[in-house]
């Protein structure tokens, strides 16, 4: 099998969006509930990178170069963290967003702020409360990979990626429900950890109060230079 990242989906300027990705692999993986990705390597754009399957897991390469690798996981159950603020609350936090002032991958399909809303989310997480934040979403389209996109860069805002600029590492989903294409959404996001360069994070999606989807991530520091476009 082969699998590509169309250059949208792009996180930083030449790789792909590790939620997009995530869910893309999980997808192909096909797994029942919750899932769990370890990215390994950059996936790169545009390009066709191969599908090898490893007992229950789904492994994601280009050529010998591992970028990620897919299976199944055990359900999230601990507390879902924050209780959501409404849409409206949601909009408002976004004119708090960091990333208006200073962001480390500005063409991001999930949060980017170069971005035209047409064809990317555009989300802007903004602090709510200490350690959280919170996203107002209005879904044009909707498909798993996106769903685990709209998880994903949340998580990064609420530990700081604007001013230490962080990757994701693993991220652990599950989608009970997938939001209607123009319902008023939220997605929450709240710091649970961090020691050294690695930091971890919650986010969940909701619909009014109904949780729809939520994820576990870690995130990893990355040198500042080497997110810089040459």
């Known amino acids: 099998m082969e699998f590509v990242v169309p250059a949208r989906f792009c996180g930083p300027p030449e790789s792909g969006n590790g939620g997009w990705v995530s869910g893309r692999l999980v997808a192909y993986a096909d797994v029942d509930g919750a899932a769990s990705v370890r990215l390994s390597s950059p996936p790169p754009l545009d390009k066709v ?75 802007r997480p903004g602090p709510v409360a200490e350690h959280t934040f919170a996203a107002a979403w209005l879904p044009r389209e909707v498909t798993g990979e996106i769903v685990w996109s709209a998880l994903d860069c949340p998580g990064g805002w609420a530990l700081g990626v604007g001013g230490r600029p962080m990757v994701l590492g693993t991220m652990t989903a599950q989608i009970s429900e997938l939001p209607a294409v123009g319902a008023e959404c939220v997605v929450m996001s709240w710091r649970t950890g961090g020691e050294g360069r690695k930091h971890t994070a919650g986010t969940a999606l909701y619909s009014g109060r109904r949780l729809l989807a939520q994820a576990r991530s870690v995130w990893l520091e990355v040198d500042p230079e080497k997110v810089r476009p040459a």
């Open 49 to 123: 990178l191969q599908l090898e399957r490893d007992g229950d897991s789904t492994v994601l390469l280009d050529q010998a170069v591992r970028i990620a690798q897919a299976g199944p996981a055990e359900p999230i159950t601990d507390d879902p963290g924050p209780a959501p603020v409404s849409y409206t609350e949601a909009l408002a936090a976004g004119e708090r967003y960091p990333g208006l002032t200073e962001h480390p991958f500005p063409t991001c399909f999930s949060c980017g702020t170069e971005r035209d809303p047409d064809d990317a989310l555009c989300l």
